[in-house]
């Protein structure tokens, strides 16, 4: 028989746990339906900007999360978007990750998704991991 506060808690990370599981697909069926959809575009520059401010602080860590600001070439005209990818640093140097490749996807809604750079599949996958081993220790 269990406690009545243990039944909270038990509660309470199984729906963190599938909170990290719905994230990460998220995350990653987000990408996969935009790049599915989109149109294929040249990329010219990638610039970094942050995009939200960590509410805690790590020590030795960056304290913000950054999107990038892309310009693309379309049928002969140069425009900017904000890419579908993000960073968040976990190492102790500061500052953004810069990622580049010569190609992208211009999606639907605008957005760009930069071909060659994973971290946005990997932010999933890590977030749906986690979310089954929060699973695997309530059992």
Known sequence: MMVRGTEFFVFYFF?????LIISGLYLIIKRFLLRHNGTPVTIVSILPRVTKEIPFRVIGADR???GYDIKYILNGET???????????????SGPMVQFSPTG???????V?????TITIEYGAVSIVLGGLV?????
Do not use: R
């Open 64 to 66: 913000y999360i950054y």
């Open 79 to 93: 425009y900017t978007a904000e890419s579908v990818e993000f960073y968040i640093p976990f190492a102790p140097t």
């Open 113 to 117: 998704s930069i071909d060659n750079v």
């Open 105 to 111: 996807v211009l999606a639907k809604n605008g957005e």
């Open 15 to 19: 729906c963190v746990a599938l909170g």
């Open 135 to 139: 699973l695997l220790s309530l059992f």
